[in-house]
Structure formats: C-alpha cells, structure tokens
C-alpha cells in the first residue's frame, strides 16, 4: 500500500476513534483491527494503538478544560489508581502469544458489548455528585481494576468508565466524559512507557493515528459541552450499535 493512503487513512479512522472515544467510547473497536490490516502484530499493534490513546485524551481534557469542565482533585485520585493497574495490564498484554490473544480480545469484546447493552439505557442524570467518603474510595478501588483492563488492551473501556462513574459517582455525562478523558490520559501514558520501553510500538504509524484522534477529541469535546448529555446519550447509542454489528458479523 502507498505511503500517502495509509497515511489518510490512519488520519480519518484516527478523527472518528478521537470522536467516538470522547462522546462515548468504542474507538479501539476501529483502530486496533485497520493497525493489524496494516500488518502490525497484535501485540505491536495493541502498544502503537496507545499513541493515538494519549494524545486524543489530552487533548479531550484541554478541550473540556478550555470549557471549564473539571473534577480536579477526584480525577487524579482514579488516574494514579488506574496506572498501577495499567502497568500491569500492559506487561500482560506484551507477554500474551498474538493467537492467545486475539481469542482474549475477541473474549472481551463480546463480554464489553452485553454490557453495554444490558446497561446503557439506565444512566442516571441531575443527581447529586458523590465524589468523596466511601465513593471516593469505590471509585479508586474500581479504578485499579479498570486500569487493569486499560492496560491491557483499553478497547470499549471508555463506556465501562461511563457507566461507572455515572451510577456510582452520578456525574452527568459531561462531567463523565471530562474525567474519563482526564482518567485515561493518565493511566494510559504509564501503559504506554510500558509499551515503549519494550519496544513494542511502531512510532510512524501512532503518531499518525494519533494527528487524527488529537482533532477529533478536541472538536468532540468542545461540541458536547455546548449540546450537553443528551447528544452524548445518543452517541453511546450509535456506538452501541456499530460495536453490536461488528461483534454479530465480524470477526
């Protein structure tokens, strides 16, 4: 394949995943299978994926910052919880055969997807925030778990954030998706050290996902805030139902 087409299309699938994983989240359900069609190995792949990971939540953040949406310390709390899991997530993803895991992920993928399903619709909204006490240390000790999760391979994890933090912590979904982003930018750049450091990443082909997904979370973000968490619900909605599809018909 040319240089300059897999460059585009690294850039436009990279501007949806960024789209899709600040609305809702599903976006590595699109760049880890275009990563691996590019002939990545799954595990190079999974580690090159976390680029686009880190840049595209950083730049959600600013983008739900320079809107004033926040949850500073609470965010940071989660984020250092979640990393220590992401670390171990991620070596277990590096140690993982490629066909062992390709079973796991698609394991996984069916499991994220009934969940969803099962849950998306009774999201709660306009309750009190419970972001200290013993919900504080729920959401830190669930986070560890989810880290977990991130680290290993992050597909889909950005509903599972959603639902967690919106039935427990009962932040609107603007404030859900301001420190999911905030969440996993930090979480994910320890995953990605890991990844780096046993040189499991093709550079050219992240950075170039990630110019892509930098745009479409910095757009996403600015846009939801201005339409509220009724753009977001629909948004989860349609996620939803392309990861439904993809998990019946694909492989």
Do not use: C
Not at 12 to 28: D, H, P, Q, R, Y
Not at 155 to 178: C, D, E, H, P, Q
């Amino acid at each position: 394949m040319e240089e300059y087409i897999q460059a585009v299309i690294l850039i436009v699938v990279g501007f949806f995943a960024g789209v899709i994983n600040t609305l809702a989240g599903g976006g590595s359900l699109f760049t880890l299978p275009v990563l691996i069609f590019l002939g990545l190995p799954p595990n190079i792949a999974n580690g090159t994926n976390r680029i686009a990971i880190v840049i595209q939540s950083l730049s959600g953040a600013l983008g739900y910052k320079s809107k004033g949406i926040s949850n500073f310390p609470f965010n940071i709390y989660l984020g250092i919880s979640a990393s220590i899991g992401a670390v171990i997530g991620a070596q277990i993803a590096i140690d993982l055969d490629g066909r062992l895991f390709n079973r796991i992920l698609a394991i996984i993928l069916i499991v994220v997807g009934g969940l969803i399903l099962m849950n998306a619709k009774n999201l709660t909204h306009k309750l009190p925030e419970r972001l200290t006490g013993k919900y504080l240390l729920f959401g830190i000790i669930g986070f560890f778990f989810i880290g977990i999760y991130g680290g290993f391979i992050n597909a889909g994890i950005g509903i599972v954030i959603m639902l967690f933090l919106n039935r427990i912590n009962r932040l609107s979904l603007v404030k859900t998706n301001a420190s999911k982003t905030a969440i996993v930018f930090i979480y994910s750049s320890l995953a990605l050290a890991v990844f780096a450091f046993n040189d499991a990443i093709n550079w050219k082909l992240g950075l170039l996902m990630a110019l892509g997904t930098s745009v479409g979370a910095w757009w996403a973000s600015r846009w939801s805030v201005k339409k509220g968490d009724q753009v977001i619900r629909w948004a989860m909605l349609i996620t939803i139902g392309i990861m439904a599809v993809k998990l019946w018909f694909f492989e």
